[in-house]
Protein backbone atom coordinates (compact mmCIF):
# COMPACT_ATOMS: atom_id res chain seq x y z
CA UNK A 1 0.00 0.00 0.00
CA UNK A 2 1.41 3.14 -1.09
CA UNK A 3 2.04 6.45 1.29
CA UNK A 4 -1.15 8.02 -0.91
CA UNK A 5 -3.54 5.36 -0.44
CA UNK A 6 -2.90 5.64 3.51
CA UNK A 7 -3.87 9.07 3.72
CA UNK A 8 -6.73 8.85 1.19
CA UNK A 9 -7.79 5.11 1.67
CA UNK A 10 -11.45 6.58 -0.45
CA UNK A 11 -8.79 6.39 -3.61
CA UNK A 12 -7.74 2.77 -3.12
CA UNK A 13 -11.25 1.88 -3.58
CA UNK A 14 -11.87 4.19 -6.49
CA UNK A 15 -9.02 2.66 -8.48
CA UNK A 16 -9.98 -1.04 -7.46
CA UNK A 17 -13.68 0.01 -8.39
CA UNK A 18 -12.66 1.53 -11.70
CA UNK A 19 -10.44 -1.51 -12.76
CA UNK A 20 -13.04 -4.20 -11.79
CA UNK A 21 -15.52 -2.44 -13.85
CA UNK A 22 -13.02 -1.93 -16.74
CA UNK A 23 -13.42 -5.29 -17.78
CA UNK A 24 -17.01 -5.98 -17.10
CA UNK A 25 -17.44 -2.86 -19.30
CA UNK A 26 -15.77 -4.55 -21.81
CA UNK A 27 -18.18 -7.17 -21.79
CA UNK A 28 -21.50 -5.23 -22.25
CA UNK A 29 -23.09 -5.82 -25.88
CA UNK A 30 -23.56 -2.52 -27.72
CA UNK A 31 -26.33 -3.22 -29.11
CA UNK A 32 -29.87 -4.58 -28.46
CA UNK A 33 -29.70 -7.03 -31.05
CA UNK A 34 -26.62 -8.08 -29.60
CA UNK A 35 -27.53 -7.80 -26.30
CA UNK A 36 -30.99 -10.28 -27.38
CA UNK A 37 -28.68 -12.68 -28.51
CA UNK A 38 -26.21 -12.78 -25.47
CA UNK A 39 -29.14 -13.24 -23.44
CA UNK A 40 -31.01 -16.03 -25.11
CA UNK A 41 -27.39 -17.80 -26.19
CA UNK A 42 -27.00 -17.44 -21.70
CA UNK A 43 -30.72 -18.81 -20.73
CA UNK A 44 -30.15 -21.45 -23.74
CA UNK A 45 -26.62 -22.54 -23.19
CA UNK A 46 -25.49 -20.93 -20.10
CA UNK A 47 -22.30 -18.88 -20.01
CA UNK A 48 -19.76 -18.69 -22.57
CA UNK A 49 -16.62 -17.25 -23.39
CA UNK A 50 -16.45 -13.68 -23.78
CA UNK A 51 -15.14 -13.15 -27.36
CA UNK A 52 -17.85 -14.62 -30.06
CA UNK A 53 -16.95 -14.48 -33.55
CA UNK A 54 -20.35 -13.21 -34.47
CA UNK A 55 -20.76 -10.30 -32.21
CA UNK A 56 -18.78 -7.17 -32.11
CA UNK A 57 -18.39 -5.16 -29.02
CA UNK A 58 -16.54 -2.31 -29.91
CA UNK A 59 -16.97 0.50 -32.16
CA UNK A 60 -17.46 0.25 -36.04
CA UNK A 61 -17.01 2.68 -38.86
CA UNK A 62 -19.79 3.71 -41.53
CA UNK A 63 -19.04 2.19 -45.11
CA UNK A 64 -20.16 4.74 -47.41
CA UNK A 65 -23.20 3.03 -49.57
CA UNK A 66 -21.04 3.88 -52.57
CA UNK A 67 -17.86 2.14 -51.36
CA UNK A 68 -20.10 -0.88 -50.59
CA UNK A 69 -19.93 -4.14 -53.32
CA UNK A 70 -22.40 -3.91 -55.95
CA UNK A 71 -23.57 -6.84 -58.13
CA UNK A 72 -24.61 -5.84 -61.43
CA UNK A 73 -25.26 -10.17 -61.76
CA UNK A 74 -28.19 -11.89 -60.05
CA UNK A 75 -25.66 -15.66 -59.94
CA UNK A 76 -23.19 -13.90 -57.57
CA UNK A 77 -26.46 -13.45 -54.91
CA UNK A 78 -26.65 -16.42 -52.45
CA UNK A 79 -29.68 -18.23 -53.06
CA UNK A 80 -31.96 -19.33 -50.09
CA UNK A 81 -34.15 -22.81 -49.68
CA UNK A 82 -37.17 -21.53 -47.74
CA UNK A 83 -38.85 -25.09 -48.23
CA UNK A 84 -40.18 -27.10 -45.68
CA UNK A 85 -37.02 -29.51 -45.89
CA UNK A 86 -34.56 -26.58 -45.05
CA UNK A 87 -33.19 -28.04 -41.67
CA UNK A 88 -33.09 -24.05 -40.98
CA UNK A 89 -37.37 -23.48 -41.91
CA UNK A 90 -37.86 -27.00 -39.67
CA UNK A 91 -35.75 -25.30 -36.78
CA UNK A 92 -37.63 -22.07 -36.79
CA UNK A 93 -40.73 -24.02 -36.48
CA UNK A 94 -39.69 -26.21 -33.87
CA UNK A 95 -38.82 -22.74 -31.57
CA UNK A 96 -42.05 -21.34 -32.86
CA UNK A 97 -43.91 -24.51 -31.78
CA UNK A 98 -41.77 -24.65 -28.25
CA UNK A 99 -42.34 -21.01 -27.11
CA UNK A 100 -46.37 -21.69 -28.06
CA UNK A 101 -46.30 -24.93 -25.87
CA UNK A 102 -44.69 -22.96 -23.11
CA UNK A 103 -46.95 -19.91 -23.30
CA UNK A 104 -44.09 -17.61 -24.00
CA UNK A 105 -45.16 -14.45 -26.19
CA UNK A 106 -42.90 -14.31 -29.60
CA UNK A 107 -42.15 -11.82 -31.47
CA UNK A 108 -40.35 -12.13 -34.91
CA UNK A 109 -38.39 -9.23 -36.94
CA UNK A 110 -36.16 -9.13 -39.82
CA UNK A 111 -32.82 -8.11 -39.87
CA UNK A 112 -31.41 -5.32 -42.03
CA UNK A 113 -29.75 -6.06 -45.37
CA UNK A 114 -28.28 -3.62 -47.60
CA UNK A 115 -30.18 -4.05 -51.31
CA UNK A 116 -26.77 -4.82 -52.95
CA UNK A 117 -26.63 -8.46 -51.13
CA UNK A 118 -29.82 -9.76 -51.99
CA UNK A 119 -32.21 -10.94 -54.25
CA UNK A 120 -34.90 -9.16 -55.00
CA UNK A 121 -37.45 -12.55 -55.53
CA UNK A 122 -35.82 -14.64 -52.93
CA UNK A 123 -36.43 -11.57 -50.39
CA UNK A 124 -40.06 -11.42 -51.46
CA UNK A 125 -40.36 -15.20 -50.65
CA UNK A 126 -38.79 -14.48 -47.42
CA UNK A 127 -41.43 -11.95 -46.36
CA UNK A 128 -44.17 -14.50 -47.76
CA UNK A 129 -42.51 -17.12 -45.67
CA UNK A 130 -42.90 -14.72 -42.54
CA UNK A 131 -46.39 -13.81 -42.62
CA UNK A 132 -47.82 -17.21 -43.50
CA UNK A 133 -46.44 -18.45 -40.24
CA UNK A 134 -47.47 -14.97 -38.39
CA UNK A 135 -51.01 -15.87 -39.94
CA UNK A 136 -50.42 -19.64 -38.75
CA UNK A 137 -48.59 -19.57 -34.94
CA UNK A 138 -50.07 -16.20 -34.59
CA UNK A 139 -47.21 -13.96 -33.66
CA UNK A 140 -46.62 -10.72 -34.83
CA UNK A 141 -43.99 -9.87 -37.20
CA UNK A 142 -41.62 -6.74 -38.17
CA UNK A 143 -40.48 -5.86 -41.36
CA UNK A 144 -37.03 -4.27 -40.85
CA UNK A 145 -35.20 -5.83 -43.88
CA UNK A 146 -35.54 -3.08 -46.18
CA UNK A 147 -35.97 0.07 -44.07
CA UNK A 148 -32.71 0.79 -43.64
CA UNK A 149 -31.45 -0.02 -47.18
CA UNK A 150 -30.48 3.40 -48.63
CA UNK A 151 -28.90 5.35 -45.26
CA UNK A 152 -25.61 5.59 -44.58
CA UNK A 153 -25.33 3.29 -41.17
CA UNK A 154 -23.54 0.12 -42.67
CA UNK A 155 -20.52 -1.20 -41.89
CA UNK A 156 -20.73 -3.52 -44.94
CA UNK A 157 -23.63 -5.10 -47.08
CA UNK A 158 -25.16 -7.33 -44.17
CA UNK A 159 -24.18 -5.29 -41.03
CA UNK A 160 -24.84 -2.17 -39.41
CA UNK A 161 -21.89 -0.26 -37.66
CA UNK A 162 -22.06 0.15 -34.44
CA UNK A 163 -21.75 3.87 -33.05
CA UNK A 164 -23.75 6.84 -32.01
CA UNK A 165 -24.49 8.00 -35.31
CA UNK A 166 -26.18 4.61 -36.44
CA UNK A 167 -28.65 4.12 -33.51
CA UNK A 168 -31.64 4.44 -35.90
CA UNK A 169 -32.16 0.68 -35.82
CA UNK A 170 -31.58 0.18 -32.22
CA UNK A 171 -33.85 2.76 -31.35
CA UNK A 172 -36.83 1.13 -33.74
CA UNK A 173 -36.38 -2.50 -31.96
CA UNK A 174 -36.57 -0.84 -28.92
CA UNK A 175 -40.26 1.00 -29.71
CA UNK A 176 -40.76 -2.26 -31.14
CA UNK A 177 -40.04 -4.26 -27.99
CA UNK A 178 -41.97 -1.32 -25.62
CA UNK A 179 -44.86 -1.33 -27.95
CA UNK A 180 -45.34 -5.55 -27.96
CA UNK A 181 -44.81 -5.99 -23.57
CA UNK A 182 -47.35 -6.22 -22.08
CA UNK A 183 -46.75 -4.36 -18.54
Same mark, same amino acid.
Given at each position: ???????????????????????????????????? =??????????? $?? +? +? +?????????? =???????????????????????????????????? $?????????????????????? $????????????????????????????????????????????????????????????????
Amino acid at each position: MSYDQLLNPKNFFTYQFDDFMKSIQDKIPGSPKDRT =ISTLKYILFGP $EP +H +H +HPFINFGKTS =ITPIKELQNFDNESEFQEYDFSDNNKQIISFKKIIN $EFKNNEIKLIVFSTPYQKTTAN $ENDVKLFEKMLEAYSKKYDFPIYFLHDKYGEMEIWRDGIHIAINKDTQIYTKDVLKMLIQEAEF
